[in-house]
């Protein structure tokens, strides 16, 4: 398959047209942000920059990486250490495998007009803009928590509509196009911060709702609860949507459906049931059929190892608020059991947190891809009533982590470390 890789082999890249006059030189394609440190989007903005490796000086890890051991090997022994441990997990994201996440610029806001937020984003020199639809719910009053559906919700629409849940379908496509790999660099977030900027299509999506978010904060009338906030998606929006939720903390609930490789699923347990002759996507597949990560992710194609994290750790950024995880055991391809590893093997660090019952994984087969299942109402009700409508009693228990798969976590293969009792 075509290669992601670099777009230096393709020549220089073709400036886009901006809002604000001529486009400058590639070389000066830099966007005034707010100043960076701690920030309701990244409580860890003001933690020390870790050191982090080139791909050469990475060590071989077998195992999924240790979630509550730091880089420089100190271990974890309080939960407020987590808040710069996940920034150092998130570090390590950014420069191996997703690409930056510009910080906010100087200038975001928005329109409404007749359900449609009109978002414009950039500097004094040059901005771009992009509207969301929003729909709210029948029969409820505002202010309305919000579900932000990456490429729009397979969520059970009746069911959101019965709780006074209001939807906002996000265009992905239009910000980071996913078509191929000769996509890559097509977009909204690329035409305002250059073709070569190292964020992937998930990046780029997860900066679009964050300034989608900036935008709510700031406009009136929307009849929005901006501190209810949940994202979802399914398939390759839902691995766009768990990145969303990981790298921003505003967002109160993320439900990434059906994501499996390069979302939930842990790229080396997809790799150990390929070997295993069973037909699983993985990391060296997937950085070929589209750029939804960096252009030099192909570095790990067949080395995997070597990252200095696994996707329980993209899954563990979310904590300590609320995940949950809906998968599908008939979709074999998206990596059914490194889906459940991966989970369950998350789910520990929710235990450390001494929050389980904010993080369950919910997987059942019996249906086509992204078609919502009745049996997953429940476990979905449950989670959308405790922490977008902030009701403490619920019949479900949020404390959970299943699957009608014959799975169980293989704690010899995978994890050589222990969950901590954190003060």
Not at 144 to 171: C, H, K, Q, W
Not at 216 to 240: F, P
Not at 323 to 352: F, K, M, P
Request: glycine share 10%; net charge negative; with cysteine.
């Amino acid at each position: 398959m075509i290669s992601c890789g670099s777009d230096g082999e393709q020549g220089p890249p073709t400036p886009p047209a901006y809002v604000g006059g001529p486009p400058p030189p590639p070389s000066s394609w830099v966007v005034e942000s707010v100043p960076s440190g701690a920030s309701a989007e990244d409580g860890g903005g003001d933690c020390p920059a870790p050191v982090l490796p080139s791909y050469g000086a990475l060590p071989v890890n077998e195992k999924l990486p240790d979630p509550f051991t730091t880089a420089d090997g100190t271990k974890l022994s309080e939960k407020s250490e987590w808040t710069c441990r996940r920034s150092e997990v998130g570090a390590a994201l950014v420069k191996y495998e997703l690409g930056e996440k510009p910080l906010r610029p100087v200038n975001v806001s928005g329109k409404l007009d007749q359900g449609t937020l009109v978002v414009t984003a950039g500097d004094h020199e040059r901005s771009i803009s992009f509207p969301v639809t929003l729909s709210l719910p029948s029969g409820s009053k505002a202010p309305y928590p919000v579900m932000i559906g990456v490429g729009g919700s397979s969520l059970d629409p009746e069911l959101l509509d019965e709780l006074g849940i209001a939807t906002i379908r996000f265009d992905n496509d239009a910000i980071a196009a996913q078509v191929g790999a000769q996509s890559r660099g097509i977009g909204k977030f690329y035409d305002l911060y250059g073709k070569a900027h190292s964020a992937g299509a998930m990046m780029a999506w997860a900066w679009g709702v964050s300034r989608v978010i900036d935008a709510l904060e700031t406009t009136a009338g929307t009849d929005l609860d901006v501190d209810h906030i949940g994202v979802t998606g399914c398939s390759r929006n839902g691995k766009g949507a768990l990145v969303v939720g990981a790298f921003d903390e505003r967002i109160r609930l993320t439900i990434p459906q059906e994501s499996g490789s390069g979302g939930s699923a842990a790229w080396r347990v997809s790799d150990a049931q390929l070997a295993a002759g069973e037909e699983v996507q993985t990391l060296s597949e997937i950085t070929g059929e589209n750029c939804w990560f960096r252009a030099d992710f192909n570095a790990f194609n067949d080395t995997a190892t070597r990252l200095p994290f696994d996707h329980h750790l993209l899954l563990g950024r979310v904590a300590p608020r609320p995940l949950l995880v809906l998968e599908n055991t008939d979709q074999v391809w998206l990596g059914d059991e490194s889906c459940y590893t991966s989970g369950a093997t998350a789910h520990r660090i929710w235990e450390a947190l001494e929050v389980p019952e904010r993080m369950a994984v919910s997987q059942l087969g019996g249906s086509q891809h992204c078609a919502f299942l009745p049996e997953q109402r429940p476990i979905l009700e449950a989670y959308v009533r405790k922490f977008l409508l902030d009701e403490d009693e619920t019949d479900v228990d949020t404390n959970t982590v299943t699957t009608d798969g014959d799975f169980t976590l293989d704690e010899e293969r995978w994890i050589d470390w222990e969950t901590p009792a954190l003060d």
